[in-house]
């Protein structure tokens, strides 16, 4: 597993945590960062906790239109947190391909979650994906005055 699979799998950790407990998913990170009794958080953990709960109304509004039939409370609360990671890293994330992000996302899945996960993760963010450049325009106006 590469480094950046691992800091997903760490963020989806923290993501995952935080909303079962109910608290602030970088507060939770904050607490963690520096103490002794936890492993290093690497860089790529952080901006993706960060980004992710920067960003959670629109996350959550997008994988609410497009997780046909679901609502979030209904999803697996790992993939609801490994789907907001994707779509983070779908429509936020420059440097990261929206094939990467997918494939990443439906292996965390995999590793962590149900046997339907996969095809569910890997269909609600392939629709993202159709219209992520559309999309990044709208919750990303600021790249669009540059381009």
Known sequence: MGSRSKARKRAVDFLYEADQRGIDAVT????????????????????????????????????????????????????????????????????????????????????LSTDDSPRFVNGVLGRIAGIADSLRKSVRPEQTAAD
């Open 28 to 111: 939770l990170l904050a607490d963690r960062v520096g103490s002794p009794e936890v492993p290093p958080v690497g860089d790529y953990t952080v901006t993706l906790v960060e980004g992710v709960t920067a960003n959670r109304e629109r996350i959550d509004e997008l994988l609410t239109q497009h997780a046909e039939g679901w609502s979030l409370g209904r999803m697996p609360a790992v993939d609801r947190s490994v789907l907001r990671l994707g779509l983070y890293e779908l429509l936020w994330s420059d440097d990261v391909p929206p094939a990467v992000a997918i494939d990443e996302a439906v292996e965390l899945v995999k590793a």
